[in-house]
């Protein structure tokens, strides 16, 4: 296998810890995370406590003003370990961005230490009933009222909703302008009108709480405007490669595993008195898996370096995103029908992944929208 370039000696000592607390913190208690909905917030806390949350912030707010490596090498262990009930990447990788990147010094010292100490959680919301990916179409509406916005909408597939304590609102501060008349409030979850509505039942990702929010006539403290008043959008397109990227991660370390648990399985496995393993259809098989596991890494891995040297342009992003997400379901799926009836089976691993998966596809922006943002940068006439 082609070795990977992106690790230190410190990235890899930092990944022991990281994969001794997912076996010993998160995995023993994932099936009852499922089947209640949401993970504990303990196990929050004991992130925080080992300095697992918000790593890349500046010190002087709680983080460990860390590189982004070890951001990589923490959405790695969390799908290497198939636990997919915490969504610690989207708290400290995405919402603690917008703040420290957009935020006054006052709303830094108020939530990003809480949030690395794993006390608050975060949470982004994008997403409403009749707007998912074309987040120009949001309807929920912030208007400035004297010292304050009041906030009137409604979001759905809120990852985090239910345990959030904060959350970062995209709404429109001028409803006549479109998208240039968005902006990024962050919304207290103590605020008066600010409700949450019930866990949403999904396909995968059983025991990440999503949740919908309402928000009724809510008073927002204008000091909590996000950077500036309508550059929401731009605000959002500017994080985009680094969200996407997010999602590529760990589509790839999700492959990888998978792959793993099938080599494990197919060379354990009998058939007609023989392991599974050795019948060409799986020795062949496997072969176009790894290759085709390997090329996405090389690809994903190089769109990391890119990133970390501020070169990762939004359609290359869009590339990484599309073609991880796409070969992961592939290859998960190719996987399970290799476990034969047992990959039907939830106590086997690849069962959970292939639930897992689907979602990566749509969320984040659907691969649809990814191939209208890749071919928009390929100079293509338009009728």
Same mark, same amino acid.
């Given at each position: 296998m082609i070795p990977r370039t992106l690790f230190s000696p410190e990235h890899e000592t930092f990944r022991d810890s990281v994969r001794r607390f997912m076996e010993e913190e998160a995995m023993p208690h994932e099936e009852r995370w499922m089947e209640q909905g949401y993970a504990d917030r303990e196990v929050w806390k004991k992130a925080g406590d080992n300095?697992?949350?918000?790593?890349?912030?500046?010190?002087?707010?709680?983080?460990?003003?860390?590189?982004?490596?070890?951001?990589?090498?923490?959405?790695?262990?969390?799908?290497?370990?198939?636990?997919?009930?915490?969504?610690?990447?989207?708290?400290?990788?995405?919402?603690?961005?917008?703040?420290?990147?957009?935020?006054?010094?006052?709303?830094?010292?108020?939530?990003?230490?809480?949030?690395?100490?794993?006390?608050?959680?975060?949470?982004?919301?994008?997403?409403?009933?009749?707007?998912?990916?074309?987040?120009?179409?949001?309807?929920?509406?912030?208007?400035?009222?004297?010292?304050?916005?009041?906030?009137?909408?409604?979001?759905?597939?809120?990852?985090?909703?239910?345990?959030?304590?904060?959350?970062?609102?995209?709404?429109?501060?001028?409803?006549? /302008?479109?998208? @240039?008349?968005?902006? $990024?409030?962050?919304? &207290? !979850? *103590?605020?008066?009108? %600010?409700?949450?509505? /019930?866990?949403? @039942?999904?396909?995968? $990702?059983?025991?990440? &709480? !999503? *949740?919908?929010?309402? %928000?009724?006539?809510?008073?927002?403290?204008?000091?909590?405007? $996000?950077?500036?008043?309508?550059?929401?959008?731009?605000?959002?397109?500017?994080?985009?490669?680094?969200?996407?990227?997010?999602?590529?991660?760990?589509?790839?370390?999700k492959t990888e595993a998978a792959i793993k648990w099938t080599i494990d399985y197919v060379n354990n496995r009998k058939a007609f008195g023989t392991p599974v393993s050795s019948f060409q259809n799986t020795r062949f098989k496997l072969a176009e898996l790894v290759t085709q596991c390997q090329i996405g890494r090389v690809f994903v891995d190089r769109c990391m370096e890119l990133l970390l040297a501020d070169k990762l342009d939004t359609a290359t992003a869009s590339m990484a995103k599309m073609w991880a997400s796409d070969i992961e379901n592939k290859i998960i799926d190719e996987c399970l029908q290799l476990h034969g009836g047992y990959g039907f089976m939830m106590e086997y691993p690849i069962a959970k992944a292939y639930t897992d998966a689907r979602v990566q596809r749509i969320y984040g922006g659907t691969n649809e929208i990814m191939k209208e943002v890749i071919a928009r940068s390929l100079g293509l006439n338009k009728a």
């Open positions: 300095g697992f949350l918000c790593v890349s912030m500046p010190e002087e707010y709680g983080g460990a003003a860390a590189d982004k490596i070890y951001s990589v090498v923490l959405m790695e262990e969390q799908a290497y370990s198939n636990c997919s009930s915490l969504g610690f990447g989207l708290h400290s990788e995405i919402v603690a961005p917008y703040l420290n990147r957009y935020g006054s010094d006052a709303l830094k010292k108020k939530y990003l230490p809480p949030m690395a100490r794993g006390e608050m959680i975060g949470a982004i919301a994008m997403s409403e009933p009749g707007a998912g990916s074309d987040l120009q179409s949001i309807k929920t509406t912030a208007i400035r009222k004297g010292d304050v916005y009041v906030l009137n909408g409604q979001k759905t597939f809120i990852t985090n909703g239910w345990n959030s304590d904060l959350v970062i609102v995209v709404a429109k501060t001028d409803p006549s /302008k479109g998208a @240039k008349g968005t902006s $990024l409030l962050v919304v &207290d !979850t *103590s605020m008066g009108g %600010f409700t949450k509505g /019930k866990r949403l @039942k999904k396909m995968g $990702l059983k025991g990440q &709480d !999503t *949740s919908e929010l309402f %928000f009724d006539n809510v008073e927002v403290p204008a000091a909590n405007l $996000l950077g500036e008043e309508n550059n929401g959008f731009i605000y959002l397109m500017q994080e985009l490669p680094w969200e996407r990227m997010q999602i590529a991660i760990g589509a790839m370390a």
